[in-house]
């Protein structure tokens, strides 16, 4: 059973008083143990000491270990590592397991839990009492047990689930040098292992004080804050910790469930506290800490690490390598900009996967970044079929090296912290060979592991592995709850407090028998464990600071939340308390200053940037067509940065046939179709005659030898696109015989303009003459805009509106060409034109056909002057919404930082159609 001491604690002047005696302090996390050593620190400066030796202050696993050490009595302390790697080798060796459950890694991770709970709380016997009676999860670690200890005695190892039970026993013997006081500081409880090795000490004469170092202050003033979701609540948190921050005020922030929320404070907290970090190259500390660490694997070089690891001499996916290449940790200045080169080719080419013998060959022979490829490939295929940890260790290690990893990149203070943590992740790896001197064979048989096995499991050590980076000490602390113990503050914010977190809901372990662990009052077994450990926590922490802010989100993942239970008195909610508005982000301060210039304050002001025209030496060298009118109309900055700087987004491979493939091909049997068929009354006779569908293969043969597809496409795809395209051309023929009469005039019709000083490349679908006029015909392979934006002044889609400009037409209309929904789209002088065309007047337009066209033309003109003058303003299109909106599928919106405006429209839903 859990137990609390409930000693009176010492006072600071007491503690400080048994340190310098030769006491001990023993706490119960690292976090505090660093507090008391800043604090003991701190005293002794004040008090005028210029040296004094270090206090024995430390946690209780490093405390353990210490005396472990110096009274050795053989045997070498196990690391989590190897543990979990045994138990995982144990598993996977057991014949009685499914083979889908044996390489599973968490059936490991949850056996080396119930290792420790045995241990901790004394179950073992639970394991043999309950019998047959067990469930089948207590039977199968029952089995392991006995492997498991069998291995861990054959090779000399302890494991650290039973290291206090060993020092109690040592300490019992006499056999450790002990101080003459150990104090106990932060222990909320004791469990029966802890308990033992305190009567220990006390048995051997030890002054032992296990009440711990506590705040002893009366509870502190609680305000309760609801929010609506947990984005509000932590913007509120940072703004009111920059308000009540004070040089040498120590605030707190404690959250329950920390890991849930780490990500969004982090990204909050910085904007807030640390305005700065939005800009390249910030320098200095954030000014906080958060007391959680993330997987050594999300450290952005340990990423960078693993992803080149991972790169095999065959193909290997497109994004495995850019992931690899991209990064700055592997090439820099002009070699990065090769190898980006070498990437946004393969991904125009539509290609989802590459190899390094390809990127070798597109860099050029006489480059250094090929002739480090060539070493890697060199390295991967002399590279044994297997091998053991410390074999691969010093491979990868090499490997890297002749790669020029990291070769000419300045580190910063975390980039080094992160770099020794992946040296001391890689000398773990090495040491798992000696998991295979336990007698436990290896899954995967004798001869050691493939390159493959070997990264992955490399890369699920790292994700194991919690890094969390040295920072100075900070004023400012985000601490989970456990972390929080003995620690006090001078305000302190309790944030998400709702009734699913706090208390927490039962988690018990699988492989111990439930009711053995409620007995025990081991954390997670039960609802009254957790209301009970949560009561303890809360009655601590509340006394850590005079005033508390409690807060929660009403409202998660669509999920109403209520308070807490401890928080849900009626005084407590019904407290009024103010939104905290001000805001230090330089999103927020421009726009602030924005507002306060326009008062007419008498304040400087910085004028705009003028607008850069086009110039004469400029004009030959701008290109696309009326894909220049369409961006300058979405949002001129798009069309200004786009087509004037050159910049665009990266493409992304698809499966199979590209858009743009299919776009192709659809043009290109539309061309041959209509080179050959010519008129109304061909197509007529080839229907009538049967002879169509027929007609409609054989082009399609015809234009798949012609055109030319990205590499790569898998001959059962290129059947079914021909399919597709047969298809396809005998449903637009159904649309084109409900036509009257007509001749194809032109087919991809190149026609040069200039508007408003702007050459514009025309390329026509297709010109059709009827009766007493002509019409433009324009292919879509996908989505087509409503026929409203035909009467916009800023047009989603002018390209009509640009084809208008090279002669005299009776209908312009889009050939909406998609399976099952095959049908002009467009306007016309009259009725009848063709099939489903209306005349502008029926519903969109007051004026006639020629009022229209002039409209059209002064829309066109218009956008070509704006562009050809440098209007490059961020303006996208506000009649544009829902998926239609040009911030939607803007790759640029980076360049432009519109979505720091908050001023985007990308989500509102849209229902409109063409019709």
Known sequence: MVESLNMKSPAPDELIARLKGGGAVVTVNRRLARSLH??????????????????????????????????????????????????????????????????NRSLARFAADAYSIIHEYGLRASLVQSGPFLTEEATAFRRWLGSYEDAVARVNWVDP???????????????????????????????????????????????????????????????????VDEREEVEQAGRWIRRMARPGARIGLICPELGVYRDLIKREFDAELYPASVLPDAGGEPGYNISLGLPLSSEPLVRSGLDILAIG?????????????????????????????????????????????????????????????????????????????????????????????????????????????????????????????????????????????????????ASETIHQPETPQADIEVLGLLEATGLEFDALWLMGCHEGALPASPSPNPFIPLEAQRAAGVPHSSHERELAFAARALNRVLRAAPSIVVSYPRRIDEREMRPSPFFATDAALAAPFDMVKSSA???????????????????????????????????????????????????????????????????????????????????????????????????????????????????????????????????????????????????????????????VKAVELKTELNIAGLPITCRLDRVDEISGGEVIIDYKTGAVKSPADFFRKRPADPQLQVYSLTGAYDAVSFAKVVPGDCRFVGVSKAEETLPGVRPPGVRYWEGDWAALMEFWKATVEGLAAAFMAGEASVDPNPELKGMEAPCAH???????????????????EDTRTDD
């Open 313 to 461: 001499p065959g193909a290997a996916s497109l994004d495995a390598l850019s992931a690899a290449f991209m990064s700055p940790y592997f090439a820099t200045g002009a070699g990065h900009t090769l190898i980006a080169g070498v990437d946004a080719v393969l991904r125009r080419d539509n290609r989802t996967s590459a190899s390094l013998a390809e990127y070798r060959r597109r860099l050029g022979s006489d480059t250094g970044l090929a002739s480090r490829l060539g070493r890697w490939l060199d390295r991967l295929n002399n590279a044994p079929r297997k091998a053991g940890y410390a074999w691969w260790t010093g491979a990868f290690d090499a490997l890297l090296g002749d790669m020029g990893w990291l070769c000419d990149v300045k580190l910063s203070s975390n980039e080094y912290q992160a770099l020794s943590a992946w040296h001391r992740l890689l000398y773990t790896f090495a040491s798992l060979d000696g998991v295979g001197q336990s007698g436990v064979p290896d899954k995967g048989g004798r001869g050691g592991l493939t390159a493959q096995e070997a990264v992955a499991r490399l890369a699920a050590l």
């Open 585 to 743: 982000r330089l999103r927020d301060a421009v726009f602030q200053r924005a507002d306060f210039l326009d008062h007419d304050h008498d304040l400087e002001k910085v004028p705009d940037e003028p607008a850069i025209p086009v110039t004469e030496a400029e004009r030959p060298y701008i290109k696309g067509g009326t894909a220049i009118l369409k961006d300058q109309s979405l949002c001129p900055f798009k069309a200004f940065a786009t087509y004037r700087l050159r910049a665009c987004g990266i493409a992304v491979p698809e499966p199979g046939l590209s858009p743009r493939d299919k776009g192709s091909l659809l043009h290109a049997a539309m061309r041959g179709f209509w080179d050959k068929v010519v008129d109304s009354e061909r197509l007529r006779e080839l229907s009538a005659g049967g002879s169509l569908p027929g007609f409609a293969a054989s082009m399609t043969e015809e234009i798949f030898a012609e055109v030319r597809l990205s590499s790569g496409i898998s001959p059962r795809l290129i059947e079914l696109e021909k399919e597709r395209i047969r298809a396809l051309l005998l449903d637009w023929a159904d649309k084109e015989l409900a036509r009257g009469a007509f001749k």
């Open 161 to 227: 689930a039973s290291l206090s039970a060993r020092v109690a026993a040592l300490i019992e013997s006499g056999k450790c040098v002990l101080p003459h006081s150990v104090i106990f500081a932060g222990f909320d409880e004791f469990t029966p292992a802890q308990r033992r090795l305190v009567e220990a000490l006390r048995s051997s004469g030890i002054d032992v004080d296990a009440g711990g170092y506590a705040a002893s202050a009366p509870a502190g003033a609680v305000t309760v804050r609801p929010y």
């Open 38 to 103: 800043s604090s003991y620190d701190a005293r002794l400066r004040a008090s005028g000491a210029l040296a004094w030796p270090t206090p024995a202050i430390m946690p209780l696993s490093a405390w353990l270990e210490s005396l472990w050490a110096g009274a050795w009595q053989g045997g070498s302390l196990m690391d989590s590592a190897r543990s979990l790697a045994l138990w995982e080798r144990i598993i996977a060796s057991d014949k009685a397991l499914p083979d889908v459950l044996a390489g």
């Open 890 to 908: 803007c790759d640029l919106t980076v360049l432009c930082r519109i979505t720091e405006t908050g001023n985007v429209n990308m989500a509102e």
